[in-house]
T-cell receptor, first 113, second 114 residues
Framework: KAGVTQTPRYLIKTRGQQVTLSCSPISGHRSVSWYQQTPGQGLQFLFE???????NKGNFPGRFSGRQFSNSRSEMNVSTLELGDSALYLC????????????FGPGTRLLVL | QQQVKQSPQSLIVQKGGISIINCAYE??????FPWYQQFPGKGPALLIA?????SEKKEGRFTISFNKSAKQFSLHIMDSQPGDSATYFC?????????????FGKGTSLLVTP
């Protein structure tokens, strides 16, 4: 089975721009979560989607948004980028029916200049 | 506010030694405690996980010890190998039946010397 894939792997943007990151979960997984990883704050939960519905949301400003499609693929969007948004953005998928393991993708490295 | 506190920040262990990483939490609603291993340039990978109704879980060289009353849990890596050199994160999730929102510790950078 293919793992979680994320595109693009690297991205450079300037302040004020917006960005969209994409995640394809493991086949059959319906839960997709997003995390932000920075050296200072570590790994922080952004949001979780399940069957196209946002089920949980972390403590991030409204500039961070996401969505999930009917095929479980997910996108996250960051508008009006700030320098502090530079981070590794990780997507994780999980099966259902009692399966607890979250499988992480390799991440998208975003640099905001 | 960091809901899961992890220590030490970095750890150096000789090959064959025991690596011990500790975590503490406050929220008694947490009901699932995984440990993740991350290599540079990769996403975190689940190592081992435990629920609060169990005090210890062992998988190969990796053991989680869980102390519910103290709200602490730790990862022990027995017979540490240079290939174990990575960053380790503890995490906690609450009310797992209603979804996942892992709260991570800040990570421990482990170096196992030959």
């Amino acid at each position: 089975k293919a793992g979680v894939t994320q595109t693009p792997r690297y991205l450079i943007k300037t302040r004020g721009q917006q960005v969209t990151l994409s995640c394809s979960p493991i086949s059959g997984h319906r839960s997709v979560s997003w995390y932000q990883q920075t050296p200072g704050q570590g790994l922080q939960f952004l949001f979780e989607y399940f069957s196209e519905t946002q089920r949980n949301k972390g403590n991030f400003p409204g500039r961070f948004s996401g969505r999930q499609f009917s095929n479980s693929r997910s996108e996250m969007n960051v508008s009006t980028l700030e320098l502090g948004d530079s981070a590794l953005y990780l997507c994780a998928s999980r099966g259902v029916g009692g399966t607890e393991t979250q499988y992480f993708g390799p991440g998208t490295r975003l640099l905001v200049l | 506010q960091q809901q899961v506190k992890q220590s030490p920040q970095s750890l150096i262990v000789q090959k064959g030694g025991i690596s011990i990483i500790n975590c503490a939490y406050e929220n008694t609603a947490f009901d699932y405690f995984p440990w993740y291993q991350q290599f540079p340039g990769k996403g975190p990978a689940l190592l081992i996980a435990i629920r609060p109704d169990v005090s210890e879980k062992k998988e190969g060289r990796f053991t989680i010890s869980f102390n519910k009353s103290a709200k602490q849990f730790s990862l022990h890596i027995m017979d540490s190998q240079p290939g174990d050199s990575a960053t380790y994160f503890c995490a906690a999730n609450r009310n797992s039946n209603s979804g996942y929102a892992l709260n991570f510790g800040k990570g421990t950078s482990l170096l196992v010397t030959p």
